[in-house]
């Protein structure tokens, strides 16, 4: 059938009248399933639409459409005749660069630029409309959209097929059958004699399609039999003396067949005649004095046992003889399946409210609660059978404090025409963790006006809210560090914030000491209004490890929680005081870094808490972010500390005309020198910064005395004490004797000489101050060892950066110990022992030269430097690094561009800025070193690597600083890199610029002084 044919069907469009919705005054089924279809698919419009021969009739829309001041629209172009045409789906992307449907906008207030729709289809087949959705906006309408459409379409046809039940179907006159109409309130039922023919008209049919027989002689057998219901007619004693045509083709016994037995062993199953027959006799026993007859729902079975649910009807009238009955009989399959599909509508919207993440609140006009989904009934105790009785649960505003009831719960304000959207409540249940909801709610109205009653929707942001939460306490935290000139104003600081964010009342930061015996109250804060003196003062400010709720957080490392102190009086001595002070709750959380618990944060609020660990989980992460802090400000103190007691050192040195020095012997017997204090009087002229001191003494000693010197050392070496006198000759020319003496000591595997020299030329002054050398010998060891206990401090500090090589090292040293080891794995390992070592002495060097350079104290030499032989140079050094081979480096230079800098410390700098360049450039990129000489002597590294994110950008040359980046991948580093660069440029006088963005590379700028710049000449 072509399309046109389809929509002019005369069957189609009989089945589309009956249904009674082109005259309808509105739908209400309908008009919910646009508006969720409205919801669920994100559009502005949707609509069911019916199309008739010569028109569109749109029965129920929501959105624009809804007000768009007419249900009828013009039938041309319509999308909606299309769908009916070729009972297919739709999808319009785009309307106006789709030629068929280029002019549709203005079928709906040029509302539609987008479009689609699913047919709408009667039970037995026939397509009567659409469900469709528009858009102002192209969009691809995906499978998933597509099968949501349709599902709301079955609600949809659900409401037709109910109205279809209800009137009744339509026959077309041509069938020579009985029409049925609409019904008068009476429903009654005349059967008048037909023209010549004797055709009985069924004029009157109820709604429930019920006939009710009026006055039926008893010789119309003939009417009966025209008449479409099946019915029976009873005598008194309920046998069956009338029996038409219809209930023969419904049960399948003839009038012969039926007439004279009782009624119930026609229409009912064997297994229930007895109460059919019961039912039946009570029925026609009492005769109906008004127009109204009984009526009965039964199942029903034919002659061939084929069982269906009926509805009998019963009209008792009384006569000579007794009652007479007429029985009319229904099979109401159809109206069990509405029913049967009515219940499955409600079922698939309650489980479909159900699945829903929001609450869902629904009440009828009356206030009745009618609907509640699975969200919003596990916070409710039971289910409200009115609006007074849904204040089950505690509501309150959204500060906590104002409580919510009567006509200011959501719900009635919605019922009393109010739209409430955004709204923050706190919703308190008993025995359940209070929740935060966003609450929406709307009143329900019917197209005339009627209020139906209410609905609100609850999203709970009780999570959203805490991360906000714990994000502005994560900002005031980092505020407070910012701010803080030290670790106590730190620790203040960070107690205030957390504190006051979390809405508690005090909070205080405890901290771990240097030598982990106890535990130090840094710093605490009290809600202000909240005098709590009495509490701090009651206990000490130092508690040991598993003392209190402090030294219980320290000792567990882990968070520990007292939900009500009340209830756990003995838990802690210092709980009792904090009952008595108000404080009804507290938690300790461990603060770590490295894996190594450096303090404890304490708080407490004034009522009861329960235990959180989402609350726990995300104040880890504040924790975490204050304990890097702490651990870099002790470093930072530590570090400058040591480099304010080596310029004491120094300077105490400076005043011995001994030279006091240390020494490292490495692995092979080679001294490696530490530490040495240059005297003039020693070599006749102060040493170059640069001097190897044992390699110096060892060429300049007399030839006659090298073999003591060389026992000497070897001695040492043996890890005995020894001392000598020896010649040495002079950088002044001048020969002197030297007497040298020194201790060997251990520092785990590694070995120091420490040793004194002196200049004994002069025996006599030697004799006469011997004495007062040897008291300044014991005071100056003294110090050595002040200083090396400073040093071992501040390696404690950085031992988690030193612990990776350290495990290598001692890995390899374990597995060293196996006999069975063969030479070439022997060699393997003792490689990675060289290697980790010379790791270890690189990351110390970087640290003490961080620390010479906070300090200003590092030595700087600067001279006429050729930035593009510097610049060859770092790349060739650069090629024997692990990595750099699979990427492409290239150097751009003139022939020479001259600067006034340092070449060491400058080619230090170049050296971590072409390492990081080589980290952070996956395989394949590039590298390229570019020196310019205009406007001002400059060296540029671009890489193609991975890039820096903006937020690290500003901080990537702080010092320790480490980028989300290198966290993300696991790039290997200690942050030291970038600031060495920035202090080395800086003390050139120089400009470091980086520019760079993620996946777009990195490029870094150093700009010099030109020659100019360089000092006049004495």
């Not at 906590?400 to 709204?423: C, K, M, N, S, W």
């Not at 040991?544 to 968070?559: F, H, M, N, V, Y």
């Not at 080679?670 to 060892?698: K, N």
Request: charged share 25%; net charge negative.
């Amino acid at each position: 059938m072509s399309a046109t044919d389809r929509v002019h069907d005369g069957r189609r469009l009989r089945t589309l009248h009956a249904t009674g919705l082109l005259e309808a005054d509105g739908a209400p089924l309908l008009d919910r399933v646009t508006r969720l279809a409205v919801r669920w698919l994100g559009v502005p419009s949707a609509m069911v639409s019916l199309i008739d021969a010569d028109r569109q009739v749109i029965v129920s829309a929501a959105g624009p459409v809804a007000s768009g001041g007419g249900r009828r629209t013009p039938p041309p172009p319509s999308l909606g005749r299309h769908i009916v045409a070729t009972d297919a789906p739709l999808t319009v992307p785009d309307a106006r660069a789709d030629a068929r449907w280029g002019g549709t906008g203005a079928a709906v207030a040029g509302l539609p630029r987008s479009y689609a729709g699913v047919p709408l289809r009667s039970g037995d087949g026939q397509v009567l409309g659409a469900l469709c959705v528009i858009d102002a906006e192209p969009r691809q309408w995906s499978g998933e959209q597509m099968e949501t459409l349709e599902e709301l379409a079955a609600l949809a046809e659900a409401e037709i097929a109910v109205r279809l039940a209800r009137t009744g179907t339509r026959r077309g006159p041509e069938d020579g059958q009985v029409v049925l109409d609409r019904v008068p309130e009476d429903g009654q039922v005349v059967l008048d004699r037909g023209p010549e023919d004797g055709q009985a008209v069924l004029d009157r049919v109820p709604e429930d399609g019920q006939a009710v027989l009026d006055r039926v002689p008893e010789d119309g057998q003939a009417v009966l039999d025209r008449v479409p219901e099946a019915i029976a007619r009873l005598d008194a004693a309920g046998a069956v003396t009338g029996w038409n045509g219809a209930a023969t083709r419904l049960f399948g016994w003839s009038a012969a067949e039926a007439a004279g037995r009782p009624l119930s062993e026609l229409i009912s199953p064997e297994r229930l005649r007895g109460d059919c027959a019961r039912l039946l006799r009570r029925a026609c026993g009492e005769p109906t004095p008004g127009p109204e007859p009984h009526r009965l729902e039964l199942t029903a079975a034919d002659r061939s046992g084929r069982e269906f649910p009926a509805e009998v009807v019963v009209q008792g009238r009384p006569g000579p003889g007794g009652t007479r009955c007429h029985v009319v009989l229904h099979d109401i399959s159809d109206r069990h399946e509405a029913r049967r599909r009515l219940e499955d509508e409600h079922r698939f919207m309650q489980a479909l409210l159900d699945s829903l993440d929001v609450g869902v609140d629904v009440c009828d006009g009356d206030g009745r609660v009618i609907l509640t989904n699975l969200p919003l009934r596990r916070i409710r105790p039971r289910e409200p059978r009115a609006l007074e009785e849904g204040e089950t649960v505690q509501i309150f505003a959204a500060d906590g404090r104002t409580p919510l009831r009567g006509p200011r719960v959501p719900l009635a304000r919605a019922l009393a025409g109010e739209r409430i959207d955004g709204e923050e409540v706190i919703v308190r249940p008993p025995d359940i963790e209070p929740r935060r909801f966003v609450v929406n709610g709307r009143p329900i109205d019917a197209p005339d006006g009627r209020r139906l009653g209410a609905v609100v929707t609850l999203h709970d942001i009780t999570v959203r809210h805490r991360a906000q939460t714990l994000r502005s306490a994560q900002h005031a935290v980092a505020q407070a560090l910012a701010d803080a000139g030290s670790t106590r104003e730190a620790a203040a600081g960070v107690a205030a914030a957390v504190t006051e964010a979390l809405g508690w009342t005090y909070g205080e930061y405890w901290q771990v000491d240097e030598d982990r015996a106890a535990l130090t109250r840094l710093g605490l804060w009290t809600r202000p209004g909240r005098d709590l003196s009495s509490f701090t003062r009651e206990h000490p400010d130092v508690f040991a490890p598993g003392e209190e709720l402090p030294g219980t957080a320290w000792a567990r490392d882990e968070a520990v929680w007292i939900a009500d102190n009340a209830a756990a009086p003995h838990a802690f001595s210092r709980a009792q005081a904090a009952l008595r002070a108000g404080l009804r709750s507290a938690m300790a959380l461990p603060v770590r870094s490295g894996g190594q618990v450096l303090g404890v944060l304490v708080f407490a609020a004034d009522h009861p808490q329960e235990p959180d660990d989402d609350l726990v989980d995300l104040l880890d992460g504040v924790c975490a972010h204050v304990g890097r802090y702490m651990e870099r400000r002790r470093a930072e103190e530590l570090t400058l500390a040591l480099a304010a007691s080596r310029r004491r050192f120094d300077q105490v040195v400076s005043g011995v005309s001994d030279n006091v020095w240390s020494v490292e012997v490495g692995a092979d017997g080679s001294l490696h020198s530490m530490y040495q204090s240059r005297r003039a009087t020693l070599f006749g002229r102060p040493l170059p910064e640069s001097a190897d001191v044992p390699d110096l003494i060892e060429r300049r000693a007399h030839p006659e005395d090298r073999a003591l010197y060389a026992a000497f050392l070897d001695t040492l070496r043996g890890g005995e004490p020894a001392e000598v006198e020896f010649r040495i000759l002079g950088l002044d020319g001048v020969t002197r004797w030297l007497w040298m003496r020194a201790t060997p000591r251990r520092e785990g595997e590694r070995m120091f000489i420490d040793g004194i020299s002196t200049d004994v030329t002069d025996r006599h002054e030697l004799a006469e101050q011997r004495e007062r050398l040897l008291i300044q010998q014991r005071q100056q060891m003294e110090r050595l060892r002040q200083i090396d206990e400073l040093k071992n401090q501040f390696l404690r500090t950085v031992n988690h950066e030193l612990r990776t090589p350290l495990a290598s090292v001692r890995s390899a040293v374990q597995l060293m110990h196996d006999d069975g080891m063969d030479a070439a794995t022997r060699e393997r390992f003792l490689g990675v022992l060289d290697r980790n070592s010379v790791r270890l002495e690189h990351l110390l060097n970087e640290l003490l030269l961080m620390a010479s350079l906070n300090a200003g104290d590092v030595a700087f030499a600067p001279a006429e430097t050729d930035l593009s032989t510097l610049a060859r140079q770092a790349v060739r050094a650069l090629a024997v690094r692990e990595g750099a081979d699979r990427l492409t480096v290239t150097v751009r230079a003139p022939a020479a561009v001259t600067a006034w800098a340092d070449a060491g410390r400058l080619g230090h700098a170049l050296a971590h800025l072409l390492d990081n360049a080589v980290k952070f450039t996956p395989a394949g990129g590039r590298v390229d070193v570019t020196v310019t000489a205009d406007p001002v002597p400059s060296i540029e590294i671009a890489d193609t690597g991975i890039g820096i994110d903006p937020q690290d950008l500003p901080h990537v040359c702080d010092d320790f600083y480490r980028g989300a980046a290198a966290e993300r991948q696991a790039i290997g580093g200690t942050g030291v890199g970038l600031a060495l660069v920035r202090k080395i440029v800086r003390m050139h006088g120089g400009d470091l610029r980086i520019e760079s963005e993620p996946g777009g590379g990195t490029r870094v700028r150093l700009a010099f002084p030109g020659p100019a710049a360089a000092p006049p000449a004495d």
